[in-house]
């Protein structure tokens, strides 16, 4: 008979004692890069930057820090107006406690045990473990609420979640991962537990911003133009660059600062500079026709929003006097550097 009405008890001590809060972790993510806007980091691992309020405790007198009453999710799905992304790896490791403003006396806890971390540095408690319980007991002289403060303590690799999300839209994506809480408490005299239901909310802002493919036309072969009355030389060749790929702010193009010119393959001493001008940058002139570099990085289609192509065309050409040149055969490597603009 006992036995009956201590079961009795127990269940309504767990029914009674349940509670539902929630954690909101946020980052904006491209293709390459993930930026945590409310996430820190506590010993190498992830943390939300601002602790939670748990919900209705009960007052004790002495409590036991532990951290789950199950194992938390594994994987988590992000679903959007896009679709839905491949699942993520998301290891819900532990939990952190804040006692902060309360006294607590450090007691030796018979029932410790399951955790790979389980540090108790008051005010803060930081415990890892699927099924850890803390070996410390913390008892106080009144009865008061166990703990101020708390969150979870878990880690997502920004690769998992950048490669999960590739080939998807632009736009918000959110996911959720369950997380069931527990810590042990007197209770008149009896130690029993408290379950929390606690709910991990990840979104992310996702804007793509990468490049699958260059296609470039164009040999770069400058057919020589000769003016015999003033006996000068000129050239032109055209580049039609198509970028493709996922792109919210355009593209960005750099160019090694350094002089401009064709060299003869003979004698490197004979040159001709040549200029660059673009047409579909946001700058024009890029080398002026010394072969001096004008504008280093320039843009294309910045500002333009979510778009999956641009074109633009170089033009490199020369006009110089050819009274000092000599005939032969003149080259030059150019080297453009493309990345998508943020």
């Known amino acids: 008979m006992r036995h009956h009405i201590k079961y009795l008890f127990l269940f309504q001590v767990l029914f009674l004692g349940s509670a539902y809060a929630a954690f909101d972790i946020r980052a904006d993510v491209d293709s390459q890069r993930v930026s945590w806007r ?6 190498g691992d992830m943390v939300p930057s601002m602790w939670a309020t748990p ?12 951290t789950f009453a199950a194992q938390p999710q594994q994987t988590l799905v992000l679903l959007g107006s896009g679709g839905s992304s491949a699942p993520i790896v998301i290891d819900i490791a ?23 971390r389980d540090k108790v540095q008051l005010p803060i408690i930081s415990l890892k473990g699927e099924s850890c319980i803390s070996s410390t007991k913390l008892v106080n002289n009144v009865s008061v609420n ?26 918000i994506y959110s996911g959720v991962a369950p997380i069931n809480i527990r810590y042990y408490y007197d ?10 239901s606690e709910v991990l909310m990840v979104k992310v802002n996702y804007s793509p911003a990468d490049i699958s493919h260059v296609v470039v036309n164009g040999n ?43 060299v003869n393959e003979t004698d490197n001493s004979v040159t001709i500079p040549y200029q660059v001008v673009c047409s579909g940058c946001n700058v024009t002139n890029l080398v002026d026709s010394q072969g001096r ?50």
């Open 94 to 116: 532990g939990m952190e406690y804040n006692t902060v403003g309360i006294t607590y006396t450090p007691l030796s806890s018979s029932m410790g045990g399951g955790c790979s």
């Open 293 to 342: 570099l004008i504008t280093p990085v320039s843009t294309v289609g910045a500002n333009s929003g979510a778009i999956t192509s641009l074109n633009f065309l170089l033009d490199l050409s020369y006009d110089v006097s050819g009274i000092e040149l000599m005939s032969g055969r003149y080259s030059d490597d150019i080297v453009l550097i493309i990345e998508p603009g943020i």
């Open 187 to 196: 209770s008149n005299g009896i130690l029993t537990y408290r379950n929390i």
């Open 220 to 262: 770069g072969f400058m057919a020589p133009q000769y003016d015999t009355m003033s006996r000068r030389i000129s050239a032109d060749t055209q580049y039609d660059i198509t970028v493709n790929g996922n792109f919210t702010n355009g593209i960005v193009l750099n160019m090694p600062n350094q002089t401009y010119e064709l």
């Open 55 to 66: 919900p209705m405790l009960r007052s004790t007198s002495a409590w036991v820090p532990a």
């Open 38 to 43: 409310n996430v820190t980091y506590a010993d």
């Open 146 to 171: 166990p703990f101020v403060f708390y969150r979870p303590i878990f880690n997502i690799s920004d690769t998992s979640i950048t490669s999960a999300l590739a080939g998807l839209p632009e736009g």
